[in-house]
């Protein structure tokens, strides 16, 4: 990262464009910024564009709600220990949290699994002026699932055959849903934070080490890295199939969180600058009671 990157540039390089095939292999999750830069001036540039991104979305939020007529849903995907919670916490901690809704999604629940797969996102979608974040999100249907097939069969999907043809019309599926969301006034913006193999593990080692840290350790992390190389294929495929114009995905390298936190955080400013919001303006109606409510004011001083 150097100082000639501004929002627009970091959303170009780390957009994932739906004109070119996707190749995870092509984004390396170690990425780091130009290593012709010494690391401390690398993370000094990362700091202060994450300052100033946070800064403009303090801002946006409140132009966003005024506006009242976009919503913003941000999708995090990532591996375990990838740091998406980090990120959310960093990035978003300078915006009011009355405008800011976060969703952690985990197990379908008895009554999520009496609806379509789809039916909780759509619950928990933003309503229009909020910020809304899908801590994982509808995409876990193609990725854990995929991993572990067995899992439809709670679904009790009639004449559900899982193969090939059973994803990819999941992958319609999301790419209509994200469409219909688009069309109707929600911007949406999806981040897949890339962490290498090597870093997940030093980053469990790190939470076994550390006894402040155990409690996010999970003996089911390690299991699931068991499947590392499914789950490699399964977001290959499923980012590749659903990054649109209307629905962009973002892979973010993120073995430096100092990386991570600043690109994510620059996409998002951007992606809300982008929308071009203006604040509300007041008719000749409403002009005259705001002159007229002004004088009401004034007299009280009298």
Request: proline content about 5%; hydrophobic content about 40%.
């Amino acid at each position: 990262m150097h100082e000639r990157f501004t929002f627009e540039r970091i959303q170009k390089a780390f957009r994932v464009r739906p004109d070119r095939p996707f190749r995870l292999a092509d984004h390396d999750p170690g990425w780091a910024g130009d290593l012709d830069v010494p690391k401390k001036e690398r993370k000094e540039i990362a700091d202060r564009v994450l300052e100033e991104s946070r800064a403009e979305l303090a801002e946006a939020q409140e132009l966003l709600y005024a506006a009242d007529s976009w919503s913003i849903l941000v999708v995090f995907q990532a591996m375990d220990a990838a740091g998406k919670d980090g990120a959310i916490k960093h990035v978003m901690s300078g915006v009011n949290p009355q405008g800011v809704e976060v969703h952690s999604f985990k197990h379908p629940t008895a009554k999520e699994l009496e609806h379509t797969w789809l039916w909780r996102s759509m619950l928990a979608l933003p309503e229009r002026g909020r910020i809304g974040i899908f801590n994982r999100s509808h995409y876990e249907e193609v990725l854990i699932v995929r991993v572990h097939p067995h899992l439809v069969d709670a679904q009790r999907i009639p004449h559900a055959k899982v193969g090939p043809s059973f994803w990819q019309h999941r992958l319609e599926d999301i790419v209509a849903f994200e469409r219909h969301l688009a069309r109707n006034g929600t911007a949406i913006v999806k981040f897949f934070l890339n962490v290498s193999r090597d870093e997940q593990r030093r980053r469990f080692l790190d939470r076994l080490d550390a006894p402040e840290k155990n409690w996010k350790f999970s003996a089911g992390d390690v299991r699931e890295r068991g499947h590392w190389d499914a789950y490699m294929e399964a977001y290959e495929a499923a980012i590749g199939a659903t990054s649109t114009e209307h629905a962009p995905w973002y892979v973010v390298p993120a073995d430096n969180k100092w990386i991570s936190r600043a690109v994510v955080a620059a996409v998002l400013a951007g992606t809300i600058r982008g929308l071009g919001l203006e604040y509300p303006r007041v008719d000749e109606a409403g002009h005259a009671e705001l002159m007229a409510a002004r004088r009401q004011l004034e007299a009280e001083d009298d």
